[in-house]
């Protein structure tokens, strides 16, 4: 059973959050060179569209939602579509909220401590430390993209690879992919990308903020 739980663990917070950790890449021949390249983000605020295609289903699984990271360990990851669920993350407390027939409640469970390691290291990567998990190797390809690798066995059952698809732009992303298997994986694409703006620190501690879509 530990085992089990140690996968859906891992799956839920990759999944849904791994995504956002690499938005911050810019195009560059090598990995150090990347974390010199975001060593100016402080801030990232964008949309996005996330497509789960399976096997057993003729069309993808279509999401929407909403990224803000604030430096250092600040993050909101907002599905808006089509049930609302919210992951929050400030000076270490971890927040989820999910929508039910009642309204919006909150998520107790032991898996929200094991978010908190995983989210730790995601925002280390927002800062260009994609190397610092010694349970991923990263790679950087020719075609813009960066690969990272599971080595720990654990976390490679439930994650094949993650390939990032950068933009000539510092700082912006254009897709990443995670692949579960040979015939399962996750598309996320972003959109309407703010780099540096203004985010109050609300939006990382309250449920409802000012572009909440109720």
């Not at 430096?71 to 927040?95: C, F, G, K």
């Not at 349970?135 to 690969?147: F, P």
């Not at 690879?161 to 996320?188: C, M």
């Not at 972003?190 to 990382?204: A, C, L, P, R």
Request: glycine letters at 4%.
């Amino acid at each position: 059973m530990k085992k089990i739980s140690k996968n859906t663990e891992y799956a839920a917070v990759l999944t849904a959050l791994l995504a956002c950790a690499v938005f911050l890449t810019g195009w560059a021949d090598d990995l150090e060179t990347l974390k010199e390249k975001v060593t100016f983000v402080e801030s990232i605020q964008a949309d996005f569209t996330q497509e789960k295609h399976l096997e057993m289903l003729e069309q993808p699984l279509i999401s929407k939602g909403e990224l803000y990271f604030q430096a250092p360990r600040s993050l909101r990851w907002e599905y808006t579509q089509p049930v609302r669920s919210v992951l929050l993350m400030h000076n270490d407390e971890i927040r989820r909220y999910v929508r039910t027939d009642s309204g919006m409640e909150a998520q107790k469970s032991r898996s929200l401590e094991a978010m908190r390691v995983f989210l730790g290291e995601i925002c280390m990567w927002m800062q260009g430390e994609f190397d610092a998990n010694p349970d991923l190797e990263a790679r950087m390809k020719s075609d813009r993209r960066v690969v990272l690798t599971p080595k720990d066995p654990a976390m490679a059952e439930v994650i094949e690879r993650i390939e990032l698809r950068l933009t000539d732009t510092p700082g912006v992303i254009d897709a990443v992919s995670i692949h579960e298997s040979a015939t399962s994986y996750t598309d996320i694409r972003f959109h309407d990308t703010k780099i540096n703006e203004g985010i109050e620190s609300t939006v990382f501690q309250k449920l409802s903020h000012g572009r909440d879509k109720q």
